[in-house]
């Protein structure tokens, strides 16, 4: 079945400790994406990659940093987690220039930062 | 900076009939938008997308019209069902980059 997995689902954290939510799809595609969606503010895009170890900043970057070191893989690292980066946390990945390059959404990781 | 934006954060429409969304985008240089659909507790879900060359583009019970004029964008669903209720997000996309708007909440009244 082609999806996009995160991991984990659920995380409750401290301020400043250091965490990793990942990221893995199985359709071979080339472009992943990280989001946060707060209410109020709908998603708001953290990071993309166009391929391997291909990353660019989206609109809200501050305070995360991502790899692309194997296609499935894309996952979204916070150093030091402060509170304000209490959110949903989505990643997706598709493939632009397909004929339908529509992105798929993995389920979420709930994050609290306390 | 440019975002992109609804008009209605709720629409409540009769089921059977039609919902029009809508949505204004500020950058025409956008290359591509997309409408998705999100349930309470799952990611979003693509719906229809059009390119920034086309007016118009339908799918089964949907339908895109992007009016490039006045930068706007509209999802219109027909003969609305009870399943349809969920949040509705138009995104604009430029050079792989992906913008969202607020998105509005369509329910459906029985």
């Known amino acids: 079945e082609a999806q996009v997995t995160q991991n984990p689902r659920y995380l409750i954290t401290v301020t400043g400790k250091k965490l990793t939510v990942t990221c893995s799809q199985n359709?071979?595609?080339?472009?992943m994406s990280w989001y946060r969606q707060d209410p109020g503010l709908g998603l708001r895009q953290i990071y993309y990659s166009m391929n391997v170890e291909v990353t660019d900043k989206g609109d809200v970057p501050e305070g995360y940093k991502v790899s692309r070191k194997e296609k499935r893989n894309f996952p979204l690292i916070l150093e030091s987690p402060s509170p304000n980066q209490t959110s949903l946390y989505f990643c997706?990945?598709?493939?632009?220039?397909?004929?339908?390059?529509?992105?798929?959404f993995g389920p979420g990781t709930r994050l609290t930062v306390l | 900076g440019e975002s992109v934006g609804l008009h209605l954060p709720t629409l409540s429409v009769q089921e059977g009939d039609n919902s029009i969304i809508n949505c204004a985008y500020s950058?025409?240089?956008?290359?591509?938008f997309i409408w998705y659909k999100q349930e309470s507790g799952k990611g979003p879900q693509f719906i229809i997308d059009i390119r920034s060359n086309m007016d118009k583009r339908q799918g089964q019970r949907v339908t895109v019209l992007l009016n490039k004029t006045v930068k706007h964008l509209s999802l219109q669903i027909a003969a609305t069902q009870p399943g349809d209720s969920a949040v509705y997000f138009c995104?604009?996309?430029?050079?792989?980059?992906?913008?969202f708007g607020t998105g509005t909440r369509l329910k459906v009244l029985a």
């Open positions: 997706a990945s598709s493939a632009p220039g397909s004929a339908t390059d529509t992105q798929y």
């Open positions: 359709m071979n595609h080339e472009y």
């Open positions: 995104a604009e996309i430029r050079t792989y980059k992906y913008i």
């Open positions: 950058n025409s240089a956008s290359d591509y």
